[in-house]
């Protein structure tokens, strides 16, 4: 048996989120299916986080043991063929028995996308949110110098209470218009249950002027008596890259 | 009752084309239920042309006359707020009462669109057509050569009875490799039915050396007696834009 490397792009619309579940379409069920098929046997595929139901990602990495005579190309290949169209994998190389797509994992990016055109968008629909006003930067960009750094991010997730620590570190907000977009990149050392979602609605919220930057603060500094602002929509939400050392 | 002109963008995917049906899921059809409950009474949106099932388009024109109230930018907004989200109005201006948005027409622009990555591409899958093999550029500009100008393009449609006349001029073929992707952009003052993808399809087969641009001329020559090449799948191609005086 080796261990397998995998980077992986999906269109999450389709699917109830990464994390394998009786009955339900998730992007790991799909991947072990695959996997077991072409193996002859049960494969556990290990993803680097969990992405929620209907969020994409560019490059999510995962890793799987395999007992395989296949070139990796060959894997990613054979994987292809049998995936559905909203799921590919890019790469496939075989990896040290000890890495583990999750515990390795020492930096995530994401991207969050909205479009705030007059018109709606047609082609990028399932990719972006629309809004339907346009915030403005500079409140936004002072709010989010506030949530960089290292913070107990519990106001920023769901589920707190499963979490053993709720501190995590984002070390990068930029926030850019581009045409009828704006694109948000988090990066950081982890990302909680739906904190992107959550950081990206309380900007949203601060650049539509219905939360100050201040207020931003005071919710990070009480983390037991203060609300951020509301979770942004799954579709606009993407995992670009994880790092690992 | 006033003349609007119309652009329009679409996602083919889910349609079974432009053209109004009995039964069937139509762009024509989903614009007029929606002027009509918008009026009050039966409109008739007129196409610049009829885009086949799975064809998409970012600029499609028509025009309609309305009985309406309505600021131009109003109709606008209430299309958009009752359209399917696969189907954009950009714009919407008053038109003069003898605009006629496909007699009218004096060219159009088309785009297509093959993927060649040795990945499938899982975002615009909907948009472009995977070739399982990388085409040759120098063959296929010669035949393109070829194809422009004034020619009986009888051989390059479906259904050449059904038209008085299969003559088009073609003045325009651009063909651009960027990235894991080839654009085909082609420009005329008409294109037949299926004309656009079975030069695309031609295309395909002289750049991967089944075809040579000598036999792309004498089925040019000979439209009784040659076959074009297939027919490229719909998904890859786009109405991009339509031309008036």
Redesign the interface.
């Known amino acids: 048996m080796k261990n397998y490397k995998f980077l992986i ?3 999450g619309s389709r699917y109830y989120g990464w994390q394998r579940l009786p009955e339900k379409n998730t992007i790991q069920g799909k991947l072990e299916n695959v996997l077991t098929g072409m193996c002859g046997r049960e494969v556990e595929v290990i993803g680097a986080g969990r992405t929620d139901g209907g969020v ?1 990602a ?1 490059g999510m990495v995962a890793n799987a043991f395999l007992e395989t005579e296949r070139f990796p190309e060959e894997i ?1 290949d054979y994987m ?1 063929a049998y995936l559905p ?6 790469e496939v190389r075989e990896a040290s028995p000890r890495f583990h797509a999750r515990y390795n994992a020492i930096g995530k990016t994401y991207q969050y996308t909205c479009h705030v055109g007059k ?5 990028d ?1 399932k ?1 972006c949110t629309r809004l339907e006003e346009t915030p403005d930067l500079e409140p936004m960009l002072e709010a989010a110098k506030l949530l960089k750094g290292q913070h107990d991010f519990r106001n920023f997730c769901v589920n707190p209470r499963m979490k053993k620590s709720t501190v995590r570190t984002v070390d990068r907000i930029d926030i850019t218009y581009k045409g009828d977009y704006i694109h948000f990149l988090f990066h950081g050392n982890g990302f909680l249950q739906n904190m992107v979602r959550i950081m990206v609605g309380t900007l949203l919220e601060v650049g539509c002027g219905r939360m100050t930057a201040e207020q931003v603060r005071t919710v990070l500094e009480n983390p037991d008596r203060q609300k951020a602002g509301p979770t942004a929509l799954a579709k606009g939400l993407c995992l670009v890259s994880v790092d690992y050392d």
């Open positions: 792009e999906y269109d994409h560019k990613r292809n169209e909203d799921i590919a994998v890019r018109v709606k968008s047609v082609f629909r990719y």
